[in-house]
């Protein structure tokens, strides 16, 4: 704002005036000139409750979706149920159903500000010279006196439907951007200890013992013979769903007689002679780790570029990784095909709070906190 050419009222002036003279004063100092104005529509007019209306229903449907994604966020069944079993449609359902009702929220809020400003604030076309520098303590105040004149004359105060809508939707998004923070507190991810999600997988042994055999993607149990020297691998779990669980997904590698591989420590035996299976997950954001460089014996995860070492026990080479591979025990069944021995003894995939924190996750038996 510029001031040059009006008289500054003293601050003893400017706490007598009215709002109305202050907004009509810094119009004036500000150099505004309103080319157009007028209201959308006669006040109280069918046509005037009409907008009203259709302003407060887009802030409703942002307030009752608000709602509805931190009922979601915490009472939907999210915890991981593998494919082809009873419940995985809800928990397939998880991730879209809050994405859609956070974003919805936000859309329908955005959609009702932007219909606030078309169909409620009078319509006005006005031309100001710009100006450089921070304003003045009267330009500030009469551009404030000039922003709650336009809330008055809107009428907002007398409008109790959109005051109540924009509340709840204020309310609602303010939710969303608090629940995921609060849901944190109440969810307790280690309440199953030793069987919670994070620890277990597919290959885990079922409650009979019987151990989960190494198959490829259309089923078909792998043997030792079916790997040529050099070669890898990607094996499922021979489960009903085992190719579509997330953390199931292994590399089972074939090294040359030659080859010297570093065991890490409490994973000696894990390997059946020359045959290693490790997880295809990456420790960074679990993508699938899957270019092999076979002279190298490096494995490349595509997305952020992490390289793992298989002749160093899968650590990390290069790349944002900071974890290695973890590595699945393997063995041979009667029939010759190879399952794995047990499950994984650290957690698959990306790093969390806990992972790692304790060293008896590392042992037998792998145990939760809590």
């Excluded at 809020?109 to 100001?128: P, S, T, Y």
Aim: glycine share 10%; aromatic share 10%.
């Amino acid at each position: 704002m510029s001031t040059d050419q009006h008289a500054v009222p003293s601050d003893a002036d400017l706490a007598k005036m009215s709002r109305e003279e202050k907004a009509a004063l810094g119009m004036a100092a500000d150099h505004v000139e309103l080319e157009e104005y007028g209201p959308v529509a006669v006040p109280g007019s069918p046509a005037d409750k009409r907008n009203e209306r259709s302003v407060a229903m887009w802030f409703l449907l942002a307030g009752l979706l608000g709602l509805l994604f931190a009922v979601a966020f915490i009472w939907w069944p999210h915890e991981y149920v593998p494919a082809y079993q009873d419940g995985q449609l809800a928990y397939a359902l998880y991730t879209p159903i809050i994405g859609l009702t956070m974003g919805g929220a936000i859309l329908c809020f955005g959609i009702g500000v932007v219909q606030m400003a078309r169909k409620i604030f009078a319509h006005e076309v006005a031309i100001q010279q710009r100006h450089v520098g921070m304003s003045a303590e009267f330009d500030r105040q009469t551009l404030s006196a000039q922003m709650l004149d336009t809330v008055d004359k809107a009428g907002l105060k007398r409008r109790g439907m959109i005051k109540g809508s924009l509340a709840l939707a204020g309310g609602a998004l303010g939710l969303v951007a608090a629940i995921p923070i609060l849901g944190a507190l109440i969810k307790n991810p280690w309440a199953e200890r030793a069987d919670s999600p994070l620890w277990v997988t597919p290959w885990a042994p079922l409650a009979d013992g019987t151990k989960i055999r190494l198959t490829q993607i259309d089923g078909t149990p792998v043997k030792p013979e079916d790997l040529a020297a050099g070669s890898m691998a990607t094996v499922f779990p021979g489960v009903p769903g085992g190719s579509k669980a997330s953390d199931a997904a292994v590399m089972l590698f074939r090294v040359r007689s030659d080859s010297v591989i570093r065991i890490r420590d409490g994973q000696q035996g894990f390997q059946y002679g020359d045959y290693y299976a490790f997880s295809k997950i990456c420790t960074h954001v679990g993508c699938p780790v899957s270019l092999y460089e076979q002279q190298t014996g490096r494995v490349l995860c595509p997305c952020h570029q992490s390289q793992f070492n298989l002749y160093e026990g899968m650590f990390p080479v290069f790349g944002p990784a900071t974890r290695p591979l973890p590595q699945l025990p393997i063995e041979l069944d009667d029939e010759g095909y190879f399952v794995a021995a047990r499950d994984f003894i650290e957690a698959v995939g990306p790093g969390f709070w806990e992972n790692g924190k304790f060293p008896a996750w590392y042992s037998e038996p792998k145990e939760a906190t809590g």
